[in-house]
């Protein structure tokens, strides 16, 4: 009769704590996922900041060449 009890208990607890596992795993992993969306926008802003720099750069350049071609005629 023990042993029947250990079983129940066993399966009636197994599916219980296995459902808790998955809802942990999940919730790390939404977490985690966030966090990497994070990590890459952050990254992607950066990256746009660069390149704005650049293209103010390369308009500044256009600019100047412009002045001097206009000085030329």
Request: proline fraction near 1%; glycine fraction near 4%.
């Amino acid at each position: 009769m023990v042993t029947g009890d250990i079983i129940f208990a066993i399966f009636t607890y197994l599916p219980l704590i296995i459902g808790i596992f998955i809802i942990i795993f999940i919730v790390l992993t939404v977490k985690k996922n966030g966090r990497r969306a994070d990590e890459r926008l952050k990254i992607e802003r950066e990256n746009m900041s660069v390149q704005q720099k650049k293209i103010d750069e390369m308009n500044q350049r256009l600019i100047n060449i412009e002045k001097i071609l206009k000085e030329v005629e």
